[in-house]
Each structure stands twice: as C-alpha cells, then as structure tokens.
C-alpha cells in the first residue's frame, strides 16, 4: 500500500501519465493511451509561447479551436485567427505565419499527415513538456510547407467530413 501511495506522490500533479511497473512503469507514460493520459496537458503553455511569437495576422492552427479562442480572447491577440487542423473546409490567407500544433493526446486520421511529417523534426518553434516527454509541439510552417501537407493529406484515402448540419445531433 505505501509503494501505490508512494507512486502516486511522485505522480502528482499529472496523475493520468502514471503507469505500474506491470504496465511498464514511468518508461511507459504517455504511451499505451495518448488520447487519455495526454489529453491537453500543456497545451496553455504552449499557446502563451506561440502568442510571444506570432507577428499580427497568424493562424493558429490546432485540434481545438475553442480553447485558442479562449486564450486568444484572454491575450487580447483579437489579430490572430484559429483554424482546426483536421477540417478540411478552412482556408488560410496565403501569406498568414502558420503555428501548428502536434499533440500526443490528439492524433486523428483528418491530422496524420501533419504528425507523420512534422513529428519526428528534431527542430520546432516550441515544444513544451513533462517529464521530458513533449505533450505539444509548435512548428511554424510557410505556405508552401504548409500547402504541401494538406495536399498530402486530401489525397489520403477517403474519408468523408462531417457535414456542418450533423455537427449538433438532435432526438428527432
């Protein structure tokens, strides 16, 4: 019981990225379930770090738009805009700095392309981790470098968007 309590302790405060020694203990954190242990964590710091450097006109370019906007909105930074990385429907000004933002927590069939190309980089704008494990990385990407990944992405194999109509699903 004191070993649990004890794993536990040195845990905190990201409790989610606790692994037991069965399940491969602190060498396994954040690996089995990216999508749950990972989650957002530090994706705050991350976007404080961008908003340092991110010249009037940018794009944000990540998984959760409401969540930019929120800290976008807290910054005062009403200059930048917010797209969502997986929505093929967005549109960028063709000379807008793009910020992207790779998460652990949020890879998605719509974002592979960004992850598979820019993941393994050893160079970004701003990685931002626990543990030395990096929870978002932030790359800054031309419009060439940019354009490049998303035809990559829209000549993967089908996938059909959501419609905008069935974003918000009712009984009826």
């Known amino acids: 019981m ?10 905190h405060p990201f409790y989610a990225l606790y692994v037991n020694a069965i399940g491969g203990g602190a060498e396994r954190a954040a690996y089995y379930f990216p999508h749950d242990e990972c989650y957002d964590l530090r994706l705050r710091e991350a976007i404080a770090g961008a908003l340092r450097e991110a010249p009037p006109g940018s794009v944000l370019v990540g998984e959760t738009p409401a969540v930019f906007s929120y800290y976008l909105e807290r910054s005062g930074r009403r200059d930048l805009r917010v797209a969502n990385l997986s929505d093929a429907r967005f549109t960028l000004p063709v000379t807008a700095p793009r910020f992207v933002f790779l998460q652990p927590g949020r890879i998605y069939y719509e974002n592979m ?14 990685s931002v981790r626990i543990d030395g494990r990096p929870m978002v990385r932030v790359f800054r990407l031309d ?30």
């Not at 392309?113 to 993941?119: D, G, I, K, M, Q």
């Not at 829209?154 to 009826?172: H, I, K, N, S, W």
């Open 2 to 11: 004191l070993v649990s309590l004890a794993a536990l302790v040195a845990a």
């Open 113 to 126: 392309a960004f992850h598979s190309r820019l993941w393994n980089r050893e160079e970004d704008l701003l």
């Open 143 to 172: 419009g060439t470098e940019f354009g490049e990944i998303v035809a990559a992405r829209d000549t993967a194999p089908p996938r059909a968007q959501v419609p905008l109509e069935m974003y918000f699903l009712t009984a009826d």
